[in-house]
Antibody
Framework: QVQLVQSGAEVKKPGASVKVSCKASGYTFTRYDINWVRQAAGQGLEWMGWMNPNSGNTGYKQKFQDRVTMTRDTSINTAYMELASLTSEDTAVYFC?????????????WGQGTMVTVSS | DIQMTQSPPSLSASAGDRVTITCRAS??????LNWYQQRPGKAPNLLIY???SLERGVPSRFSGSGSGTEFTLTITGLQPEDVATYYCQQTYSSPQTFGQGTKVEIK
């Protein structure tokens, strides 16, 4: 079935970087943009940016522009989100998601989420 | 950025009740408004796209309406499994933005 499977939980120190993976299966990976959304504990959802797996083109929310990088490896149908210069405010669950129907860009497929904890 | 404001922040209703959640946009988003359900510890699940279209597999007790700046999500006949937080999302302009969520509980 169509699914996105993310890498496991990470614990990082302030100032470090984290790289989260999102492996697609059940559909043609290069067909739909991969988006990243994060959620701090008890908080709402925050969109971070998108990547086109076919071209590698990206678009980032301005807040993350200077320290986020979204990439992909089409040989293994996997997208990556790397966030640098981590602070405690980056402690959150990070989701990848895609809009496979293309209708109103609604995210109909989500990964299970990856918990990233930033602590000294 | 377009601000999305949901009301109420939380509500408690009895099983079988009709529940309505409102989402207001700071400027028009046409019909580029989607609704998600998120149960604790889980990823969000798409319920409604394009303001009023029901996602495949979603129970028909869920419905959406609105356009422009004001939207509603209605649950007609609340069920115990509907206990969750509900989010609206606008995809009309970048950056796309979410409402702050409405937590629904059963009395």
């Amino acid at each position: 079935q169509v699914q996105l499977v993310q890498s496991g939980a990470e614990v990082k120190k302030p100032g470090a970087s984290v790289k989260v993976s999102c492996k697609a299966s059940g559909y043609t990976f290069t067909r739909y943009d991969i988006n990243w959304v994060r959620q701090a504990a008890g908080q709402g959802l925050e969109w971070m940016g998108w990547m086109n797996p076919n071209s590698g083109n990206t678009g980032y929310k301005q807040k993350f522009q200077d320290r986020v990088t979204m990439t992909r490896d089409t040989s293994i149908n996997t997208a990556y989100m790397e966030l640098a210069s981590l602070t405690s405010e980056d402690t959150a669950v990070y989701f990848c998601a895609t809009a496979s129907s293309g209708l109103y860009s609604a995210f109909d497929i989500w990964g299970q989420g990856t918990m990233v904890t930033v602590s000294s | 950025d377009i601000q999305m404001t949901q009301s109420p922040p939380s509500l408690s209703a009895s099983a079988g009740d009709r529940v309505t959640i409102t989402c207001r946009a700071s400027q028009s988003v046409s019909r580029y408004l989607n609704w998600y359900q998120q149960r604790p510890g889980k990823a969000p699940n798409l319920l409604i796209y394009g303001a009023s279209s029901l996602e495949r597999g979603v129970p028909s007790r869920f419905s959406g309406s609105g356009s422009g700046t004001e939207f509603t999500l209605t649950i007609t006949g609340l069920q115990p499994e509907d206990v969750a937080t509900y989010y609206c999302q606008q995809t009309y302009s970048s950056p796309q933005t979410f409402g702050q969520g409405t937590k629904v509980e059963i009395k």
